[in-house]
């Protein structure tokens, strides 16, 4: 079982920038898939970011703004999020995908507003 705490989420200008982070409470990286989704009121959640071995991956509407990466380390996984318009504005949460059992861990999620 895995359990993840994010943290960095927040109030912010149009324009401005947040850093996500997700602290696993063990080793992830080898075992399981990490991303980041979102929803907003009224939406469903969608896929935001994920680490990948081809390469990490990013829906549209954030490519060039967003980067998702990992510290081994620290077993944390980031999110880091600029230019950020009041369209971002979500409930952003952490996910571990087991990539054998294919079980998925989500953290508690995190309050991103992006307001003037």
């Known amino acids: 079982q895995v359990q993840l705490v994010e943290s960095g989420g927040g109030l912010v200008q149009p324009g401005g920038s947040l850093r996500l982070s997700c602290a696993a409470s063990?080793?992830?990286?080898?075992?399981?898939?990490m991303g980041w989704y979102r929803q907003a009121p009224g939406k469903q959640r969608e896929l935001v970011a994920r680490?990948?071995?081809?390469?990490?991956t990013y829906t549209d509407s954030v490519k060039g703004r967003f980067t998702i990466s990992g510290d081994s380390a620290k077993n944390t996984v980031y999110l880091q999020m600029n230019n950020l318009k009041p369209e971002d504005t979500a409930v952003y949460y952490c996910?571990?995908?087991?990539?054998?059992?294919?079980?998925?861990?989500w953290g508690q999620g995190t309050q991103v507003t992006v307001s003037s």
């Open positions: 063990g080793s992830i990286f080898r075992t399981y898939v």
């Open positions: 996910n571990a995908a087991n990539m054998f059992s294919r079980t998925n861990y």
């Open positions: 680490i990948t071995s081809g390469g990490n």
